[in-house]
């Protein structure tokens, strides 16, 4: 009886192109299901949520701002990932993930690469946000900042707890379920080419958060957490690398947070600073050297 109920309801050796086309459809499945909750919800509240803009969401509906992030997460990168794999591997989830014990040094590793990237990131974005762009995706990183500040709207410790929920707890894990978990793994089993794979999931990843100016630095951060599943062989790896990187992120937020202050201040540089901070570009390329020659006895194609 228990071998009936660990079988897979698909085939498990099945093309890993046939396993996307499945998961791009129970993607969009989740996005319907979203909608429809969502619209149910605010029909019920006597909120127009069909007619409503971002900035009117989080003026006047904060709470269904996010309470749309957290169904978000929980719908489209927790329970569409875990459906994929029971589909297709039955209860074999731990298994598919490569999930096994964290050492801290393998943490502390891409931590450091992360840290070596954050201030190239930056000079990378603040270049972004002086190029003549088209209005349409200028009016794209304005929806993108709204959100982001209705979200993290922190006046207290408690509000920064709950934003630390939404924006770092579900996308640490449920983006990592996803995008490295099953994307980043299914797209190294179709073109044999680990490396290829990591750089088309980061690629997705990043034009998937529908922001010009952070295009770059998220597909940066795309790329450490992608290679750091890659060299580690362990999923809780880039699970906690992407916690913790969004949390420095919304601490940072709450610690700066002024009534004068907003999310594009705060995300500003000096321009004197580029030549500095464009020196740790190059430092990232021999840091990701180091970990290529540590982790090398470990690496395979399936990442």
């Not at 007619?51 to 929980?74: G, N």
């Not at 990237?117 to 002086?130: G, I, T």
Request: hydrophobic residues 55%; contains cysteine.
């Amino acid at each position: 009886m228990s071998l009936n109920q660990n079988k897979p309801l698909f085939y498990e050796n099945a093309s890993p192109g046939y396993k996307l086309w499945v998961l791009f459809f129970i993607i969009i499945a989740a996005l319907l299901v979203l909608s429809s909750v969502l619209f149910l919800i605010s029909s019920a509240m006597g909120v127009p949520f069909g007619e409503a803009d971002t900035e009117k969401l989080f003026t006047e509906y904060p709470w269904l701002l996010r309470l749309t992030v957290v169904l978000q997460h929980l719908l489209l990168f927790i329970i569409t990932p875990v459906i994929f794999i029971y589909l297709f591997f039955g209860r074999k989830f731990f298994n598919y993930l490569s999930v096994s014990p964290v050492r801290s040094t393998d943490i502390w590793y891409f931590l450091g690469w992360l840290f070596c990237l954050y201030p190239f990131m930056s000079v990378v974005a603040l270049w972004m946000s002086f190029l003549p762009l088209p209005e349409w995706m200028m009016m794209m990183d304005e929806d993108y900042s709204e959100t982001l500040s209705g979200v993290l709207k922190m006046e207290h410790f408690g509000d920064l707890l709950v934003s630390l929920l939404i924006a770092a707890v579900l996308p640490g894990l449920g983006e990592e379920l996803l995008f490295r978990g099953i994307i980043q793994k299914e797209l190294s089993r179709l073109f044999v080419n680990p490396h290829l794979a990591i750089w088309l999931t980061a690629f997705v990843f990043s034009i998937l958060h529908f922001q010009v100016t952070g295009f770059f630095p998220k597909m940066m951060i795309g790329l450490v957490l992608g290679y750091a599943y890659f060299f580690t062989k362990n999923f809780w790896i880039p699970v906690i690398l992407h916690m913790m990187n969004n949390a420095f992120a919304t601490i940072a937020l709450y610690n700066a947070e002024l009534p004068e202050k907003s999310v594009e201040s705060f995300l500003s540089y000096d321009s004197g600073q580029m030549i500095i901070f464009a020196a740790f570009g190059f430092a990232s390329i021999a840091y990701y050297q180091m970990l290529q020659a540590k982790y090398r006895p470990k690496t395979n194609i399936n990442g």
